[in-house]
Nanobody
Framework: QVQLVESGGGLVQAGGSLRLSCVASGRTFSIYRMGWFRQAPGKEREVVATINWSGGRTSYVDSVKGRFTISRDNAKNTIYLQMNSLNSEDTAVYYC?????????????WGQGTQVTVSS
């Protein structure tokens, strides 16, 4: 099992910045990819950014490219999402996710989510 705990959400004005953190615990050695996802009211959950745990390769949804940066600290089992130039469309619950591989099986884990609200 892997446990994920997010922090760093809150209320920010348009144009402002926030940094989200996600700490992984448990069988972290099985993780090969982590990412940030978000779900706005009435919309489906979408991937925002992902990062490979070993090589550090990243990917972003087009709407956040150039504004958000995902990073990791392997020693702390933590990933971050630096969010700049926030706008109202970024308002959502942000979830941390982890993909793991153990004994031939794939597993997906989720955090509890943290609310990000951008006021215009």
């Amino acid at each position: 099992q892997v446990q994920l705990v997010e922090s760093g959400g809150g209320l920010v004005q348009a144009g402002g910045s926030l940094r989200l953190s996600c700490v992984a615990s448990g069988r972290t050695f099985s993780i090969y990819r982590m990412g940030w996802f978000r779900q706005a009211p009435g919309k489906e959950r979408e991937v925002v950014a992902t990062i490979n745990w070993s090589g550090g390769r990243t990917s972003y949804v087009d709407s956040v490219k150039g504004r958000f940066t995902i990073s990791r600290d392997n020693a702390k089992n933590t990933i971050y999402l630096q969010m700049n130039s926030l706008n109202s469309e970024d308002t959502a619950v942000y979830y941390c996710g982890a993909d793991a591989y153990l004994r031939g099986n794939e597993y997906a884990y989720w955090g509890q989510g943290t609310q990000v609200t951008v006021s215009s």
